[in-house]
């Protein structure tokens, strides 16, 4: 019995030696995350979350790193426990390492849990539908919603989840400088308040640079429209200080367009005005930047305005 168990073991060992040397050999230099944006709310208010889990390879060296806000309208933000860097024993790259803060199971496709008994909180999300693909090169990205539910400090609170997957080969910016720069980056996950929190709609919209050098792209997805939009003509409408050379948004307004159709001859999908609730600075390096923010406002569709609620990621 005591042979046949160290046989076992024995085994085991060189199965994860093996899966890691294969690891290794083809993916040398890579970065995989994946981002889960939580909006919802119960009978004591709205709840946000937002969890980033990033892993890396670099010449066989893996790395994984947290990066976590959470924000209750009552108590504003809490802090979590558990994010930041931890060790990828395992050196998983599709598959998002579990840390001791933070457990996952299941896949997008076909649903995600992530449990976290040191913070008191889970969240269960639904098969998640691929609304926006971005294949590039090395560089694959998609972005996606779902009905989801958390369960923190005893409370179940309904809402929506947004998400995105990236995969980048041959680019490691946890053991790397970032060549990625980011010029005035503004991304929004938001949450469209009609209906009961778990039948809200989602939009989401990603912008870099300023003026005739923006770029932007993303999506809406309510129970007419199912389409990818951009926004020509995103306008900061307030500025709030920082430590800095720069400024952060605190509003801004902007028109959307269907990502189809010719820029500039079709008219306006919809209008979207936004104010900063409260923000949470992360980073500062004295020209630029990283923040957090709540932000709500109002979506108009032919007519229509709807309540929006949702976080606004800061990058100058």
Known sequence: MFFALNRIILRSLLLALLLAGTAQATEKLAYYSDYFSFIGQDE???????????????????????????????????????????????????????????????????????????????????????RLEDNSGARRQNWGNAAAVVYWQGRVIPGRVIYEGLSYHNWNSLSRRDSDNRDNYQGFYLAIQEDTPSAWQDLYLRAEGRNKFLHSKGFIDTRVDQVSIFSPDLEISRKGWALGFYRWSKGWRMNLQQAATSKGLDPPFASLVLNQVSRKNISNWAIGGFAMSVVEGTLEIDGRQSKVLGFAELIK
């Open 44 to 130: 004591k208010g709205y709840l946000l979350f937002a969890l980033d889990s990033s892993r890396g390879v670099d010449e066989g060296d893996f790395q994984a790193e947290h990066f976590g806000v959470l924000y209750d309208q009552s108590q504003g933000w809490i802090d979590l426990v558990g994010t930041g860097e931890y060790p990828n024993y395992r050196g998983n790259l599709e598959k998002i390492p579990d840390s001791t803060a933070f457990q996952f199971s299941g896949r997008p496709a076909t649903g995600v849990t992530v449990l976290s008994r040191i913070n008191d909180l889970r969240l269960e999300i639904n098969p998640l539908t691929t």
